[in-house]
């Protein structure tokens, strides 16, 4: 019995050592190879354009950015991240964090509180917000076996309708522009960011470091405590789970409302950090992109944390090719490439892996044929 | 036929066969070795098969049957040796160059679809195609009849495989091999699951194959039936060959003990230890509503602490059902109390900790996280134990130590308690299992077939462990196809037939022959 292509694709598997690291990062020379031909092909100078999303990508006022993209990314691809560990598709973490975005600025803006409890309020509005439309899902799928990949998919866009609908019902003309959004939220509720990259007055979300912390609880969720045991159980064979004990339809609908309730997050450091409300430009498909950096990141929390930057990168660099002349969307070829790769590059390590190992422990074993061998399965 | 291995002193009564036939070989290894992280699952290892033999091999758990087997059969490669067949050497990447060379493998687990029928199940993967695209059902199906006639196998190819018996599936896995034309055969514990009268069929079927000159080796625990039909047998013990010996030269005792390697403790004499504490009542226990056919109907049963309630019944006539229902794995009706309280409405986490020990009949995908380690099985069914747990949180040392402890007295045979699961051989993954499922003293434990795929010398463990537990208290249900271990550790039997309770034994004096008959349902009328 050998693991499942999924189980590889979703990090399910272990991948350890030194090929855990080459796979991504063969991957990603991988995808620039590609970039590369592309950009030769429609006649862009290959060396020049790289140099110059490099260099771009590495001033300060971008490293904010990149920083504070990778925030919102990685809040996002944990969501996703949760989910697949246990086997479950939350494809809605688009519709659950924009309508949560939605609610939890409304709710903010109408209220005033003291410092520390305005935020915590706006905060935990939104995760119940993003909880309760991911819950759906989640019932759906225990109570009715309705697949959560077709219901979350639906959820998005009942949820673009509905969002539209509640903001035409609540906004107020954002001013200096004819856009609308949700009433200002008060300074009492404000995250102030900081200016942490030298030669940069640009602010870093202060945010970050709820990103930092849910990526340390994921961790600690997932592997130390039986609840994150019970859902790991659950992810790599359900029938065991079940035999078990572990109650598997219980499990789905608490791992819906924990993915949506992390959904609920994203829009958190954008809204409390820098715009202060909830208005019709409010970055839309968040929720793909942390798909494809769950997958980069094979649903593990570091991992995901150097996707999501890798990922930030591309984007901002990505802002300097329009001046050259050079059509950004080379950068979504980019992503593309590098998502197809890093699947193809774990699903090779893994077969590459069984016979390394084989070979090295052959050649060790060999080599002390000396000394008395080992014999049969003896520890 | 030579004898071989370096125990001289143990080899030589078992030596007799010094015959020398001029039969053409038709497998010959030699000098196999196989490396794996922290184990040489065979060294050195050499093995001849006549052509037309019955040629078994037997060892115990995790000495390298298995894996001499996949590699015979492609699936792994050998880091030394050679391979030949039928007199030329070979070197097989993939089990497909095996097919071609016509070697075909039946694995101990089945791999048939269910929901397919016999006709779609034998040619998944070798469609037979008609002017290039179309499926060719008609020439597939004169084919499956042909093969099932010519060797008796006795296959209707239009039936669903759900609707078939163990014993009809392990042909059809069998017939689904000789359809791709393999001249010789590797059987991987065929007989583990199957009841006596099914075994007895399996062998006339597999002499109807040697006589049209197939090649057949096959890997058993059940010596007994190895020496009735093996024309020859090579006993592996640690990765190495110890002993080539024929059947008529030894005894079933003889050939544990080259197996292991020492002699075999002899099994104790034991009295009675139940009590008249009820540990387990179970009323009228059903599976399926009215109209529909029961596949557990109006099951009724106690069993006492200190007792081991046997069932006895050919597979797939409820015992499985049973079983969950008691776990509330399975949705039933009736009533079940656990040490005088009902249980009837637990989940099967709040049956677990109330103290309800449960081996799996099937370990691959009941008892075990495959792609995890050791001590994390440990923890799967055990989540709310001290040694797993404290609180909310995971005892990762608890756990660690534990798996620890149960290495050590269950003997599994493993590099260390990191390794995942799957790496372990199939016998040893068993007795992982037994003894964690053991640990905690559990009120209740549902055994189904606890020792199916472990070595004779592992098994009179796992039956020690548990007359031990038995005499502190431990109330049993055991189901099980091995007729012996039923009658041997059970204190009463009751047959299961079509989903209801047909007879009762009392172990002590029921022969075998009289259970097999109330098994297959005869009497059931009179
Ligand atoms: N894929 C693997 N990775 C690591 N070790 C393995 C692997 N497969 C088998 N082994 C080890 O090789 C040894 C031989 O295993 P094998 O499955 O051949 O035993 P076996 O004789 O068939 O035992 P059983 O009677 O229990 O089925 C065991 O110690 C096992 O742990
Ligand atoms: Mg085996």
């Known amino acids: 019995m050998t693991s499942s292509f999924t189980d590889r694709l979703l990090g399910r598997v272990k991948l350890s050592g030194w090929v855990s690291l080459a796979a991504p990062v063969l991957a990603i020379v991988f995808a620039g190879v590609v970039t590369s031909i592309v950009l030769a092909l429609t006649g862009n100078p290959v060396f020049d354009t790289l140099t110059t999303m490099v260099d771009y990508g590495s001033q300060p006022r971008s490293l904010v950015l990149i920083l504070n993209n990778a925030t919102t990314y990685y809040l996002s691809a944990l969501a996703v991240a949760l989910g697949f560990r246990m086997n479950l598709f939350n494809i809605g973490v688009d519709g659950q964090y924009r309508l949560a975005a939605l609610v939890a600025a409304a709710v903010g803006g109408a209220v005033t509180l003291p410092a520390p409890f305005h935020p915590i309020l706006i905060i935990l509005v939104s995760m119940l917000v993003g909880a309760a439309w991911a819950g759906i899902a989640g019932v759906l799928k225990a109570t009715r076996g309705v697949s959560e990949v077709i219901s979350t998919i639906m959820l998005n866009t009942i949820a673009t309708g509905l969002g539209a609908y509640l903001l035409a019902q609540w906004a107020v003309p954002v001013a200096g522009s004819n856009n609308i959004g949700t009433p200002p939220i008060a300074e009492s509720a404000r995250i102030d960011g900081f200016a942490f990259v030298p030669g940069s007055s640009l602010k870093v979300f202060g945010l970050i470091f709820l990103a930092v912390a849910v990526g340390i609880g994921f961790h600690l969720l997932l592997n130390k405590t039986r609840f994150g045991f019970d859902l790991r159980a659950t992810g790599r064979s359900e029938q065991a789970a079940v035999a078990s004990g572990v109650n598997v339809k219980r499990m789905v609908v608490y791992a819906m409302l924990i993915s949506g309730g992390m959904a609920g997050l994203i829009g958190m450091p954008q809204l409390l950090g820098a715009s202060y409300s909830y208005s019709l430009d409010f970055q839309p498909g968040l929720g793909f992109t942390g798909i494809a950096i769950a997958l980069l990141g094979r ?34 070829i980019m992503q593309g490439v590098i998502v197809l790769s890093v699947v193809i590059a774990y699903e090779l390590a893994h077969r590459y892996r069984g016979v390394a190992e084989q070979k090295r422990v052959s050649r060790e074993l060999a080599g002390a044929a000396s000394t008395p061998q080992k014999e049969g399965a003896s520890a | 036929m030579i004898t071989t291995g370096p125990l001289g002193t143990l080899t030589q009564e078992a030596s007799i066969s ?3 036939t001029v039969s053409e070989v038709a497998v010959q290894l030699e000098g196999i070795t196989k490396r794996f992280p922290g184990v040489v699952a065979n060294r050195d290892i050499s093995l001849t098969v006549q052509k037309g033999h019955i040629h078994a091999i037997v060892g115990e758990n995790g000495a390298g049957k298995s894996t001499l087997m996949k590699i015979l059969y492609g699936m792994q490669r ?13 070197t097989f990447h993939t089990p497909g160059d095996a097919i071609s060379a016509g070697i075909g493998m039946v694995h101990q687990h089945f791999m048939l679809a269910d929901n397919l029928t016999v006709l779609e199940n034998v040619i998944l993967g070798s469609e037979p195609r008609k002017g290039g695209l179309a499926l060719d059902f008609a020439a597939a199906r004169k084919k499956i009849k042909d093969l099932s006639e010519a060797y008796g196998l006795g296959i209707d190819p239009d039936v669903l495989v759900e609707d078939i018996g163990v014993g009809t599936r392990q042909r059809v896995e069998i017939l689904k091999v000789l359809y791709r034309g393999a001249r010789i055969l590797i059987l991987d514990e065929p007989t583990a699951v199957l009841v006596p009268h099914e075994v007895d069929e399996l062998f006339e079927n597999l002499h109807g194959l040697v006589r049209e000159g197939i090649t057949i080796i096959f890997i058993s625990h059940h010596l007994d039936e190895v020496l009735k039909v093996a024309d020859a047998i090579t006993v592996i013990r640690r ?47 059903t599976i399926g509503g009215e109209g529909e056919r029961k596949v557990l109907d109006d099951v009724t049963l106690t069993i006492h602490k200190g007792e081991v309630l046997g069932i006895a019944g050919v597979e797939g006539n409820g015992q499985a059902e049973l079983v969950e229902a008691v776990m509330g794995i399975r949705p039933s009706t009736g009533t079940i109390t656990l040490a005088g309280e009902e249980i009837t409405s637990w989940t099967t986490l709040r049956r677990r900790e109330a103290g309800i020990g449960y081996i799996p009949e099937d370990r691959h995908r009941h008892g075990l996280l495959l792609e995890a380690p050791l001590w994390e099985n440990r923890i799967l069914g055990h989540m709310k134990e001290k040694v797993n747990v404290r609180g909310w949180w995971i005892n990762r040392k ?74 502190a208290g431990l109330a049993v249900l055991l189901i099980s196809a091995d007729l012996d271990e039923l009658i041997g550790l059970s204190d009463w039997l009751k047959v299961i037939h079509r989903g209801a309770i047909v007879a009762e034994f009392d172990p002590a004096t029921v022969t075998p022959e009289q259970l097999g008959s109330a098994m297959t349902g005869a009497g059931e009328e009179a």
Do not use: C
């Open chain 2, 398 to 471: 608890g756990a660690r130590a534990d798996t620890e402890r149960i290495v050590r007295d269950y003997d599994v045979r493993t590099p260390g308690i990191d390794v995942d699961a799957a790496a372990l051989s199939g016998g040893n993954q068993q007795k992982l299992i037994v003894g964690r499922e053991m640990s905690g003293e559990p009120k209740l434990l549902i055994a189904a077939h606890p020792t199916r795929g472990v070595d004779v010398g592992a098994q009179a463990a796992i039956w020690d462990h548990l007359r031990t537990a038995r005499a």
């Open chain 1, 299 to 332: 649903n593990n929390p570091v991992g995901i944390a150097f996707g999501a930057l890798l990922w930030a990168f591309l984007d901002v660099s990505a802002n300097i090719l329009g001046l050259h002349k050079i059509s950004p969307e080379i950068v979504t």
């Open chain 2, 239 to 285: 990765g190495t060959t110890v002993a080539e010996v024929s059947p008529e030269g030894v005894t079933a005792r003889q050939l544990a003990e080259l197996m292991v390697g020492s002699e075999l403790p002899s099994p104790e004499t034991r009295e009675s230890t139940v009590t008249d504490v009820v540990a387990l009542q179970v009323t009228g226990l």
């Open chain 2, 78 to 90: 050998p880091d030394e040796g050679e391979i030949r067949v039928n007199g030329s050497p070979v």
């Open chain 2, 18 to 20: 010094t015959e020398t």
